[in-house]
């Protein structure tokens, strides 16, 4: 977490009868980093499925994070970053 800024991490109330603490994240464009900028969704999910018990996941969830992988492929190819630096990113 240390490419975010507070400003686009911040804890928020936990709904009742959830534990733990919960974050949320700013919308996209907020990253002085555009590969971040880019991810903001994905990691959006993941901090989502990680107070999520494994009985709760969508049985939708492998395609849907396929498809968001490759949309965040094709926005950084979009913004004319290499091949390579998309893969090591990935």
Not at 26 to 43: C, E, H, K, Q, V
Not at 45 to 70: C, G, I, K, W, Y
């Amino acid at each position: 977490m240390s490419d975010m800024s507070e400003a686009s991490v911040f804890p928020v109330e936990p709904e009742s009868g959830t534990p733990g603490r919960q974050y949320r994240l700013a919308l996209r464009g907020n990253s002085l980093n555009p590969m971040i900028d880019a991810a903001t969704p994905l990691l959006g999910m993941v901090m989502r499925l990680s107070t999520m018990n494994s009985q709760a996941m969508p049985e939708h969830l492998f395609t849907q994070v396929v498809t968001d992988v490759q949309a965040v492929e094709q926005l950084l190819q979009e913004q004319g970053y290499e091949p390579g630096v998309i893969v090591s990113f990935r």
